[in-house]
């Protein structure tokens, strides 16, 4: 029976599937968390069935209800589980020209994939164990890193967490937990509108698989570095491009 357990909040998405698959695998113990009631007891039915030995739940929460934020901590914290593991996997993206965003759309960006995950995490922090491994682990983008035309609210949201865990990092130095930032290149999931993988193929940069990034991320829990990204060359090439004026974002958007 294995000892550790992790919370992977965004969990029946692609990438949050995988994940969840991968450290099945590994013989971690699974909380899983998303929106979607019906998808979450689907999925804990599957992995029960191939992995009967570990120890699998499933909570429903919606990131955007500070009521079910409220709820899902509660109900976290009654299950009486020391957390090796949290996986904060939730996010939204918009690939479209930045004066044709809304208000909206910016402000929703920005309090899904920063405001409500900090809270989370403030909320988490106690139930974290006080022994290594304790990882609290936040998703990220190579567009947390690199301004992308298309992508600026996006990009602003990454870039933003990075430097929080970044920050929470340092703040937490003195303790058992590790803030981490895990940056993935581009993966074949259903975030990915048309458009986004027709430009893709055209720039000839490789999509990974949900699998291989889950794999990728069992590699980064098994060490003390707090930072991963994998640095596109097509991308940077991309962008060259756009700064000479050889190519228009405009082509995609």
Do not use: W
Not at 135 to 143: A, D, K, L, P, R
Request: with cysteine; proline share 3%; net charge neutral.
């Amino acid at each position: 029976m294995s000892n550790l357990t992790a919370v992977i909040v965004g969990a029946t998405g692609g990438i949050g599937k995988a994940i969840a698959e991968n450290l099945c695998t590994h013989n971690v113990n699974v909380i899983l968390v998303a929106r979607n009631v019906e998808s979450l007891q689907q999925m804990q039915k599957q992995l029960s069935g191939e992995f009967p030995l570990l120890k699998l739940s499933n909570l429903c929460c919606d990131l955007s209800d500070a009521i079910s934020r409220e709820e899902f901590i509660q109900a976290l914290a009654q299950q009486n589980v020391t957390i090796n593991y949290y996986i904060n996997n939730a996010g939204i993206n918009d690939f479209s020209l930045f004066s044709h965003q809304s208000a909206e759309v910016i402000e929703q960006m920005m309090m899904v994939n920063v405001v409500y995950p900090l809270e989370m995490i403030q909320k988490i922090i106690p139930l974290m164990s006080k022994d290594a491994p304790s990882q609290i682990i936040n998703m990220g983008s190579t567009f947390g890193s690199i301004g992308y035309p298309g992508y600026v609210s996006y990009c602003a949201s990454k870039f933003a967490l990075r430097g929080a865990t970044e920050a929470l990092a340092r703040e937490y130095s003195n303790s058992a937990i590790l803030f981490k930032y895990f940056s993935p290149r581009a993966t074949d999931t259903a975030m990915n509108s048309p458009v986004v993988v027709e430009m893709n193929a055209k720039l000839g940069v490789k999509m990974d698989s949900p699998e291989f990034v889950a794999e990728e991320l069992y590699q980064f829990l098994q060490n003390d570095k707090l930072y991963y990204q994998v640095v596109f060359k097509k991308l940077c090439h991309f962008l060259k491009l756009l700064k000479t004026g050889m190519m228009h974002y405009g082509n995609y958007i």
